[in-house]
Every structure is written in C-alpha cells, then in structure tokens.
C-alpha cells in the first residue's frame, strides 16, 4: 500500500543550529502537506506543496517538493526553543481524499 | 471561529467499560476524520466522513470500533468494550476543500483515554 516514510526519527540540535526532515513517498502524491505538534497539543498545518519543484518559505522554515512529487523536506534554519515539536509529512492523493502521513520528527533543542 | 471541539479532553476507564468520544467539526467543513495516535504506532486514521457518509473505515481496528455521524455538526467514536491496548489519544480532524489544491486538516485537541 502508500507508504510516506519520514526521516530521522529524532533529531537534538543546540539552539542556533539547523534541522531538517525528509519524506519519501512510494508513490507520486497530488500534493505533501506538513504539520506541526507541539508536546501534549494536536498537528497544526503549516504548508501545503503542489508543484513538481515547489519551493516555499515561511521565515526560518523552508519547503521543498522534488520534482518527481514523491519527496519532501523541511529545513529550519538557526532552530529556536519555540520551534521544539515533532514535524510531519503527510502525502495527499485526490483519488480517495486521504492523507498518508509519516511517522514524524521529533525536533528536541539540546540545553 | 472556534475550531475543532472534542470531549471528554481526558478519560479514564476500566477494561470492558464502554468509551464514547464525541466531536464537533468547524462549521461548513465537509469531511470528519477520526485518527488515533500512540507512541508505538503514530497517527492512524480510523474512519472518515464526507457529509456525514462514512467513507472509508478500513482504518477502524476491530467490531468493537464504531463512529457515527448524524449529523454536519456532530460525530462519535465508540469502544464497547474497551481494553488497555486501546489507550491512546484520539483526535477528530474537519477538512473542506478551499481552492483547487487546498485539502489541510484542522484538528480538535483530542481525548486522551486511558483504559485501567
């Protein structure tokens, strides 16, 4: 079946340092979406991605969609305390109005 | 707005007690997801619903898993009876598509459960 597979499990960084995820599809998706959830709260949406090549910012954060639509990342440049949480993935296809989502990762800033 | 709302937020049970979770989707959202999550297993999606229909419930572990949606402004997520494995947080999810490409989820805080 679809699978999205997610990245590292967990990444430690020191504060100021950068932090990246990676989500491959075994299938090409209409779009990737990616969420955020903070410890104890529930996923937020971030972004969606839709085009093959498709690169988006939002401040520190930076979105990528290859170009074959069946891998994603998200990089987070000079991480802050407020960006700790676990980060997913998660694939669309319009055929079944699904999201198959990765596994997630965990962002832990290292005191 | 005020978004996705659920109850009970926490829920302790004992084994073979039945467990009714309920969820309020935003309003005008057409779809209702149903997900669970679990540190062994992650988010899972349980059932779905677009307008009001259950579409897809391949996700729903076993018979004694059952969602229903009467209504646009109102589902539930049932476990009779409920067993320890079943302890996990619940979460609803609303979706309506806002454009051409536009398909995000909103979720509810979730309903921690915990079955003794």
């Known amino acids: 079946g679809q699978q999205v597979m997610q990245i590292p499990q967990y990444q430690h960084v020191q504060e100021g340092e950068d932090f990246t995820t990676y989500c491959n599809s075994s299938t090409t998706l209409s779009n990737i979406q990616w969420y955020k959830q903070r410890p104890g709260g529930h996923p937020v949406f971030l972004i969606q991605l839709v085009k093959s090549g498709e690169v988006k910012k939002q401040k520190r954060l930076t979105f990528q969609f290859g170009e074959a639509k069946k891998n994603s990342s998200l990089h987070i440049t000079a991480t802050q305390t407020t960006d700790v949480g676990t980060y997913f993935c998660?694939?669309?296809?319009?055929?079944?109005?699904?999201?198959?989502w990765g596994a997630g990762t965990k962002l832990i800033i290292k005191p | 707005d005020a978004g996705v709302i659920q109850s009970p937020r926490h829920e302790v049970t004992e084994m073979g007690q039945e467990v009714t979770l309920r969820c309020k989707p935003i309003s005008g959202h057409d779809y209702l997801f149903w997900y669970r999550q679990t540190m062994m297993r992650g988010l899972e999606l349980l059932i779905y619903?677009?307008?009001?229909?259950?579409?897809?419930d391949s996700g729903m572990p076993e018979d004694r898993f059952s969602a229903k949606m009467p209504n646009a402004s109102f589902s539930t997520l049932k476990i009779q009876p409920s067993e320890p494995r079943d302890s996990a947080v619940y979460f609803c999810?609303?979706?309506?598509?806002?454009?051409?490409?536009?398909?995000?989820?909103?979720f509810g805080p979730g309903t921690r459960l915990t079955v003794t």
């Open positions: 998660a694939g669309f296809r319009y055929s079944n109005y699904q999201l198959i």
């Open positions: 999810a609303s979706s309506t598509p806002t454009g051409e490409y536009s398909y995000e989820q909103y």
């Open positions: 619903f677009n307008n009001n229909v259950p579409i897809d």
